[in-house]
C-alpha cells in the first residue's frame, strides 16, 4: 500500500471547526464562502478563479458526480439538484473524519449543531466553548462590576462541563499582545465597569478589553483544558499584524508551568513563527487551519514550512470549516495530500523511514489531538 493510502484511511480528528448551513446557496452565497472578504464585491473576479476555486472544481466536482475540473455552472447546478442535505452528506462522509471538535460560539444563522454534524457521519461531535461569548452573556445579565469575575467563571465552569476546550478571539478584539501576569480581581472588577459604562452609552456588547481577555484566558487556564487562540488570518475584522502569535511570548512564558495545551490556530501568514513557539514551549501545539483549502495547489508546500520547526508531535489537523461542506472536505483532502507528499519525500531522501512516515501521519492527523485533549482513543 502506499503511503498516500495509509494516510488517506486515517480517521481524522478535525480538533476546530464551526457548523454546516442548513440550506441551499446561491452562486453570489456560495463564492462569499470560499473567501475571508466580508463579501466578495462587484469589483472582485470570481472567486473561482482561486486557488480554493480551482481546488473546489478539481476535488469536489467528482464527489457530486461530475467530472473534475467541471466549470463553475455546472456544478452549482448539480449542487441545486442535489440539495443542501445530500451535498452536506456526500462532502462530510468523503472528508474522512471521526471525530469534530467544534467552536459553539460562531452562529450567524441557523447551522448544523455538534450532535447533527456527528450523525452525518457516524461519528464523535466535542464542544469548545468560546470565551467572549461567555462573558457578553454575562454582562448582558445585568451583572455589576465587582461581580462580574466570579460570575464568569461560575457561567464557565457550566458551560464547560461537557466541553474539551475554550477558544479566545482576543486576535479579533484587542490583539494578541497581552500581558504575561494574570489580573488580579480589582483589575478585572476596574474593566468590568468600563465595560458596563460603555454599553450604557450604546456601545455593542462586544468584549475588546485586553485585561479581560487575559482575565478569560486565565479562566480558562484554570479550568485546565486546552485553550485555543485564534491566529493569523481571518476576515476583514480582524487586523493581521496584532495576530501574531510571537505577541503572545509573555503569556506562554507564564503559562508554561500550568501544563495547560495551548492551541495555535490557522497562523498562516505566521505558521513559521508558531512552529517556533511549539519547538521552545512544552504547552504550545499549532495547525494550520483555514488556510489548507484556502491555498488549494500550494497549500502542500506550506504544510513543509510549518514542519519545519515544529516538533511532529505538535502539530494538529483542523480545517476551520464553516458553512460550506466542501470545506471540510478539501480541508483533510488538501491536508492528508500535502502532508504525504512532505512525508514521502522525506522517505526518498533517507530522512525517516516509511514506518516512521505512516507514525508521524497518525499523530498528526489524530494521534496528537487526542493526547491533547484527553480524548477517548476508541
Not at 486557488?51 to 448539480?78: D, K, N, S, T
Not at 494574570?182 to 485585561?211: K, Y
Request: aromatic residues 8%; proline residues 6%.
Amino acid at each position: 500500500m502506499s503511503l498516500q493510502s495509509t494516510v488517506d484511511e486515517i480517521l481524522v480528528v478535525d480538533h476546530h471547526c464551526h457548523g454546516v448551513l442548513r440550506r441551499d446557496v446561491n452562486r453570489a452565497e456560495f463564492e462569499s464562502m470560499l473567501t475571508e472578504a466580508d463579501e466578495p464585491g462587484p469589483l472582485n473576479p470570481t472567486l473561482f478563479d482561486s486557488q480554493i476555486g480551482f481546488a473546489v472544481r478539481r476535488w469536489c466536482a467528482p464527489v457530486l458526480g461530475l467530472e473534475p475540473h467541471a466549470q463553475p455552472e455546472a456544478y452549482l447546478q448539480r449542487r441545486t439538484e442535489l440539495g443542501h442535505a445530500e451535498v452536506t452528506r456526500r462532502f462530510l462522509r468523503e472528508a474522512g473524519t471521526g471525530t469534530y471538535i467544534v467552536d459553539t460560539g460562531f452562529v450567524p444563522e441557523p447551522i448544523l449543531d455538534p450532535t447533527e454534524m456527528a450523525a452525518t457521519v457516524d461519528g464523535v461531535s466535542l464542544e469548545v466553548v468560546r470565551l467572549e461569548q461567555v462573558a457578553e452573556q454575562v454582562i448582558g445579565e445585568g451583572v455589576d462590576a465587582s461581580g462580574f469575575a466570579a460570575a464568569v467563571r461560575e457561567r464557565l465552569a457550566q458551560r464547560t462541563a461537557n466541553a474539551v476546550g475554550v477558544k479566545s478571539i482576543a486576535a479579533y478584539r484587542a490583539g494578541l499582545e497581552l500581558p504575561g501576569e494574570q489580573p488580579t480581581d480589582a483589575e478585572v472588577s476596574a474593566a468590568a465597569g468600563r465595560w458596563l459604562a460603555a454599553l450604557d452609552a450604546g456601545a455593542p456588547p462586544r468584549c475588546q478589553d485586553r485585561v479581560l481577555h487575559s482575565f478569560l484566558v486565565w479562566a480558562g487556564i484554570e479550568l485546565g483544558k486546552p485553550v485555543q487562540f485564534h491566529v493569523g488570518l481571518g476576515d476583514s475584522d480582524t487586523d493581521l499584524r496584532d495576530g501574531n502569535p510571537l505577541l503572545l511570548t509573555p503569556l506562554l512564558r507564564a503559562t508554561q508551568s500550568r501544563g495547560v495545551p495551548i492551541m495555535l490556530l490557522h497562523n498562516y501568514p505566521f505558521h513559521r513563527y508558531a512552529g517556533y513557539l511549539a519547538q521552545v514551549f512544552s504547552h504550545v501545539f499549532l495547525d494550520l487551519g483555514l488556510a489548507t483549502h484556502n491555498l488549494g495547489a500550494s497549500s502542500g508546500r506550506v504544510i513543509e514550512e510549518l514542519l519545519e520547526l515544529a516538533p511532529f508531535g505538535k502539530v494538529l489537523f483542523s480545517s476551520d470549516a464553516f458553512g460550506l461542506p466542501e470545506l471540510y472536505h478539501l480541508g483533510t483532502l488538501l491536508f492528508r495530500r500535502g502532508l504525504a507528499g512532505v512525508l514521502r519525500n522525506g522517505v526518498v531522501d533517507g530522512s525517516w523511514t516509511e514506518l516512521d512516515a505512516e507514525r508521524t501521519a497518525g499523530m498528526i492527523l489524530a494521534g496528537n489531538a487526542i493526547r491533547a485533549y484527553r480524548l477517548d482513543p476508541a
